[in-house]
């Protein structure tokens, strides 16, 4: 995906990690710089918005369950793969 702006960060490149950043797992330094994109990319926070509500949902269907060790890898690395629709 990209807006067709040009950004510091490219967008395939932010949504790729948008997992890392909601997960707190990147470093300070590029969790300012996905932010500052956000800010101003609507498409990309559009994008962002729905990996939230998806990540919301997650959490209350399932918060009391245990993921087997290394899912959540896993599941990155499938959901890295796929081209999903715009």
């Known amino acids: 995906m990209s807006c067709g702006e040009p950004h510091e960060v490219d967008c395939r490149e932010v949504l790729s ?36 509500e998806v990540r919301a949902l997650v959490h209350r269907c399932c918060s009391s369950e245990v993921a087997p060790n290394g899912l959540k890898d896993r599941l990155r690395a499938k959901l890295s793969g796929l081209d999903f629709p715009r």
Do not use: N, T, W
């Open 17 to 52: 990690e948008v997992y890392f950043y909601l997960d707190a797992e990147c470093a300070d330094a590029r969790r300012k710089i996905i932010q500052h994109h956000l800010d101003e990319c609507s498409p990309c926070l559009r994008e962002f918005g729905i990996e939230q």
